[in-house]
């Protein structure tokens, strides 16, 4: 009963961990074994037998009985009159199994087996918990905010689990109290050393695309599909789907009757503007829905290059750029060409890199980010929405726009 006790006694605190008898007589065996060869040097001669409905574990010593005075080995081999004292009729060559109890190990080492018992649970939880959300990669997952630093929030789910949301992972609008659930997709899990590392994400584009197919029944059944999804998190998405049934508008389902079936999802991502069209396989149709709301006039394509020229009229150009030049990037994301803008009708106009002898290439860099690469396209512009559009002091705009007109003036 010694081994029955002290198995017991070290698998007291199992029936707070996820963790069936069966596989705790393994892991005991695994601690036994290494024990086994920090005591005797090796465990080769050793047999474990594990009775996992009774909780019993046996340890027996195989050893060579050979004459007196020649052993060798203690672990493997045994003198024939200590064998004798075993059984009286052993001869030399035989084989002499010796149970050993688990308190001969002495008190040092049983301590040690415990210690090495609890490690070895937590690595069989920790493994379990790597394999359990690792099977939910891409899925979204709510946890509570339990610890709040400065570059993650720390989450606990209700089994207690650690989920980290970066703060880079959050939607720049995104504010959270401890106690509140917050809502995410399971991004990455990755073993760091024995612990499991649970990534949450609110920006990834994946989210986006979980939440519509359980917010609106036609994409969750299949009868909607999801083509594509590209978003600047908190301020613009675009997302591109079709439907095998000519009886369903997509994009009508997805918005809903004045926007009711989207506004959960936009109030969910911090009222992130999102536009939805229908996906086509004709690209210049594809690149004009995805300029939205500008009307396009004309659309020329380069598949060599992946590039498309867009025309426009003059007042369309600031829609289809955006606001910080938000719809053209997304626009050019979704459908995989390079986007340039040009403008119906107007003629002998300079590009803005044939001024850099006198206007600073970062400046230069500055306009071509939200879309204007032209002269005449940044003097369109009224300085006031400049200045609110790129990072350029004020008066660095107007000083720009004093060039240009001298250009045109001369």
Known sequence: MENIALIESFSEFKDDKLIDRVTLMAILEDVFRNALKKRFGSDDNFDIIINPDKGDLEIWRNRVVVADGEVEDDNQEIALSDARKIEPDFEIGEDVSQEVKLIDLGRRSILALRQNLISKIHE????????????LEGEIYT???HHIRHRAIILLDDEGNEIILPKDRQIPSDFFRKGENVRG??????LKGNKPAIILSRTSPVFLEKLFESEIPEVFDGLITIKNVVRIPGEKAKVAVDSYDDRIDPVGACVGMKGSRIHGIVRELGNENIDVINYTNNTQLYITRALSPAKITSVKIDEDTKRAEVMLKPEEVSKAIGRGGHN???????????????????????????????????????????????????????????????????????????????????
């Open 328 to 410: 053209i990037r997304l626009a050019g994301q979704l459908t995989g060409y390079e986007i340039d803008v040009f403008r119906e009708g107007v003629e002998e106009d300079v590009e803005l890199t044939e001024f850099s002898d006198e206007i600073d290439p970062w400046i230069i860099e500055e306009f071509a980010k939200i879309g204007l690469d032209t002269a005449k396209s940044i003097l369109e512009q009224d300085v006031e929405d400049l200045v609110k559009r790129t990072d350029l002091e004020e008066e660095t705009v107007i000083e720009v726009i004093q060039i240009l007109k001298s250009e045109f003036e001369d």
């Open 124 to 135: 069989h939880d920790n493994t379990n918990v790597y394999k359990q959300f690792k099977d």
């Open 143 to 145: 946890a509570e905010v």
């Open 185 to 190: 997709v399971i991004e990455s899990v990755e």
